[in-house]
């Protein structure tokens, strides 16, 4: 009977010992050195130094990774190890092995380890080892249970900021999304030998040059992407990424800054060798400028070889009067920013040589047209044969003088339009503009009627009523002018015709929604015929010389 009282005495002893160990310190030093623990694993790291927890994308990307894509995770991983470690460590080294096994179990004092003088107290401490082992087991239960709960709390507000991030990086990528198609912004190369479409510029660091290919909400962050050099950089157009340096991500060579904030307009120059192709894109150019000096529509070249191009046309026209023939095969887009009120285009105009439009085998080389917007065919009327052989007395020889292009413009619309539904598919949905080039020439000749308004019946009343009804026919929307480059370029310009060699430029960049359809009409007049002929002491032509 007496045993079994001090045995009960001896549990009730070591419970009421657990219990107290255990609510007045034990469990609340597991928490606090596991929560340290666990608070450790997000730092804060040093300032001014690498940290060392963050791994480095192993990808091409030159950027890290979102906190809340991979090292949120991963710190969270490390936080609970940590604190897991920290528990076991209390229990098993700490309370278990130093406090009870080494110190109680040894007569001496578990917090301080000094041993008791007298055998009472030596043996009271080993009396209190099995609560105080007791306590150690339940305060890491205890604890244990309570950083699950914590745990479980914490991992629910990480879910939510991941949810919160994906979103952003949802919203970041439709509203850029419906920015670009409610202002129609398609990104296309307009270099030679590439012409490809793409989704997302490659863009570079300012700090370290590094190329990013993916500088769009991701993750790699929602509203900025940090370089492997420690630059923020932003990832829409809505935070600054126009402002940087631009690539495309095909051929590796630099774009415009407006590509990718403003819709593209693609316009190709077509017509034969030596029909004044590039005579009539230098008149274009002088006209639109014309046109800015004039009105409220706004023209600048859209990069500095923008403008170098254009200054090397006009001084071959300072020097000759004449534009040196276009070599080189596939063209560059000569680009320009057009706008109007608040509206803007970035207009790609491209100058191929003839020789690439002869047959089909080349017309299918010259990408650019997958993407025309509208057609600039140049048609030089004095290469066409039933034109020729109308031409009698003197006039034989002023045609030839001016210098006829290698195919007639029937003969070079057929190559065209075949090939342009081929590769565009859709090019009964765009519009064409006629010009009419050599108007000067056209002037001085008496074999024929002098080129008048409505040009298309003037060109029906020539003997091209077949070339008429086929842009008619094939094309969506078709005008026609009669423009003299040679009187709108150079020195002596003539103003009025500066205007009207813009005209077909204006036209087609309306029907894209630019506000400039009613420019035109407030053209004005050219000022009576002698407005239409050539300047004094000119050569009446105006197609390409040869070097």
Known sequence: ????????????????????????????????????????????????????????????????????????????????????????????RHWLGKVVRDRLLQGRSGRTGMRSDSGFGRTLRRLLAPGTALAAVLSAVLASALLLCIAAVFAVQLALVALAA???????????????????????????????????AVHLCPGCGAAHRAL????????????????????????????????????????PPAVGTTRVVHLPLVGGTSAGKTMLMAAVLEGLRSWSHQSSLKVEFASPEDLREANVLGRQLKDSGWTL?????????????????????????????GESLRDAVNTRLQGYLAHADGIL?????????????????????????????????VETYAVLAGELQGL??????????????????????????????PVD???????????????????????????????????????????????PVLWLLARSGLPVGSLAAARPAAGGPGAHGPAPGRIASEGSKTP
């Open 1 to 92: 009977m007496n045993t079994g009282i001090v045995i009960r005495s001896l549990l009730y002893g070591t419970g009421i010992v657990a219990v107290g160990v255990c609510l007045s310190y034990g469990l609340w030093q597991f928490l606090g050195l596991a929560l340290g623990a666990a608070g450790r694993a997000f730092g804060p790291r040093e300032r001014r130094t690498p940290d060392q927890r963050v791994v480095p994308y192993p990808g091409s990307e030159p950027a890290h990774r979102a906190y809340w894509a991979f090292q949120m995770w991963r710190d969270c991983g490390d936080a609970a190890l940590f604190a897991a470690r920290t528990v076991h460590y209390l229990l098993s």
């Open 166 to 200: 994906v979103a952003a990086v949802a919203a970041g990528r439709v509203a850029e999304r419906v920015w670009k198609l409610a202002r129609g912004v398609r990104m296309k190369c307009p270099y030679p030998r590439c012409y490809r479409p793409f989704a997302l």
């Open 216 to 255: 769009r909400p991701g993750g790699f962050g929602a509203w900025r992407h940090v370089c492997r050099c420690g630059r923020a950089l932003p990832t829409t157009v809505f935070t600054g990424r126009r402002r940087l340096t631009a690539h495309c991500p095909h051929c590796d060579r630099p774009l």
């Open 325 to 353: 023939k276009t070599q080189g095969g596939q063209p560059r887009a000569l680009m320009l920013l057009v706008g109007r009120g608040f509206r803007r285009r970035l207009l790609y105009l491209y100058d191929p040589m």
């Open 377 to 409: 065919f140049v048609a030089d009327v004095l290469a066409s044969p039933v034109v020729r052989r109308s031409l009698r007395a003197g006039d034989p020889g002023l045609a030839a003088a001016a210098r006829p292009a290698d195919l007639g413009p």
């Open 424 to 453: 565009s598919g859709r090019r009964g949905r765009l519009a064409v503009a006629t010009v009419v080039t050599k108007r000067d020439t056209l002037d001085r000749l008496t074999t024929l009627p002098r080129p008048a308004e």
């Open 457 to 503: 019946d003037w060109l029906r009343g020539i003997g091209l009523d077949d070339l008429v009804r086929s842009i008619g026919h094939d094309f969506a929307a078709a005008r026609y002018w009669t423009v003299s480059a040679r009187a709108a370029t150079g020195a002596g310009a003539l103003g009025s015709e500066q205007l009207r060699a813009a005209e």
